[in-house]
């Protein structure tokens, strides 16, 4: 308090605001916001600051916690690859969180608060998936429902990722106002499963043409269910 005094002093400032911690006698914190005027002589000197003071602990506090949420929720985003989005049904602007940025890979500070043009994500879906998510989102508005579908995006740096996205509409009196909804990037998840897909083709053609088949017993389960593959499916007709 005392530096931001001499400041203030040094600097000539006409007007002052500022915000500090207090410590009641009775041990209680609290915010206060000062705002005041520095009164001179006709010598320029400092001869009094006039002011008020008011206490905006519950606002400080709340803005404490929001930023902890915000921080929180970036940190969540970079751990499950992820970002959100907000949509105001109509406007010509979305609301991206940082993991949308990030996944697409843009810098958030190019784009104030957050906003982008509400063309700028289409631009990243390639033209064989673009229909496709344009009639899910159309859809998804018309009947004010949820939806889910995965598709390829292309990253500002050129990189081909495999998405999955799901949105929901938000309204009141069957007037639907924003969209919301997630994008996550399943680029491994997705590869996994077709490396898998082409395993077991191979596998297939494998036994159809050396004529053989393979079977798993489960014995983990009430069942004891046994799966039999395309080979030993054909060798029992």
Same mark, same amino acid.
Request: aromatic share 10%; proline share 3%.
């Given at each position: 308090?005392?530096?931001?005094?001499?400041?203030?002093?040094?600097?000539?400032?006409?007007?002052?605001?500022?915000?500090?911690?207090?410590?009641?006698?009775?041990?209680?914190?609290?915010?206060?916001?000062?705002?005041?005027?520095?009164?001179?002589?006709?010598?320029?000197? %400092?001869?009094?600051?006039?002011?008020?003071?008011?206490?905006?602990?519950?606002?400080?506090?709340?803005?404490?916690?929001?930023?902890?949420?915000?921080?929180?929720?970036?940190?969540?985003?970079?751990?499950?690859?992820?970002?959100?989005?907000?949509?105001?049904?109509?406007?010509?602007?979305?609301?991206?969180?940082?993991?949308?940025?990030?996944?697409?890979?843009?810098?958030?500070?190019?784009?104030?608060?957050?906003? %982008?043009?509400?063309?700028?994500?289409?631009?990243?879906?390639?033209?064989?998936?673009?229909?496709?998510?344009?009639?899910?989102?159309?859809?998804?508005?018309?009947?004010?429902?949820?939806?889910?579908?995965?598709?390829?995006?292309?990253?500002?740096?050129?990189?081909?990722?495999?998405?999955?996205?799901?949105?929901?509409?938000?309204?009141?009196?069957?007037?639907?106002?924003?969209?919301?909804?997630?994008?996550?990037?399943?680029?491994?998840?997705?590869?996994?499963?077709?490396?898998?897909?082409?395993?077991?083709?191979?596998?297939?053609?494998?036994?159809?043409?050396?004529?053989?088949?393979?079977?798993?017993?489960?014995?983990?389960?009430?069942?004891?269910?046994?799966?039999?593959?395309?080979?030993? %499916?054909?060798?029992?007709?």
């Amino acid at each position: 308090f005392e530096a931001l005094t001499s400041q203030i002093i040094a600097t000539r400032q006409p007007l002052i605001e500022f915000e500090h911690g207090i410590i009641t006698p009775a041990d209680e914190r609290k915010r206060l916001r000062v705002r005041g005027t520095v009164v001179r002589n006709a010598a320029g000197e %400092v001869t009094a600051f006039r002011g008020t003071s008011a206490d905006v602990t519950a606002e400080y506090e709340a803005a404490q916690r929001l930023r902890q949420r915000e921080t929180l929720l970036h940190e969540t985003e970079a751990l499950f690859s992820y970002g959100s989005w907000e949509w105001e049904v109509g406007s010509d602007s979305v609301r991206w969180s940082e993991g949308l940025f990030r996944l697409l890979g843009y810098d958030p500070a190019e784009w104030p608060e957050g906003r %982008v043009p509400e063309t700028l994500y289409g631009q990243h879906v390639p033209d064989a998936d673009a229909g496709p998510y344009q009639q899910r989102v159309a859809d998804a508005l018309a009947h004010q429902t949820a939806y889910e579908m995965d598709h390829w995006l292309v990253t500002r740096r050129g990189e081909r990722r495999r998405v999955r996205v799901r949105g929901s509409v938000r309204g009141a009196d069957n007037a639907p106002w924003r969209l919301v909804g997630t994008v996550t990037d399943i680029t491994d998840e997705h590869a996994a499963t077709e490396h898998l897909r082409e395993s077991k083709a191979v596998r297939d053609d494998a036994e159809r043409f050396f004529g053989y088949g393979s079977w798993v017993w489960d014995l983990s389960g009430d069942a004891r269910s046994v799966t039999w593959s395309v080979g030993n %499916v054909q060798l029992f007709g």
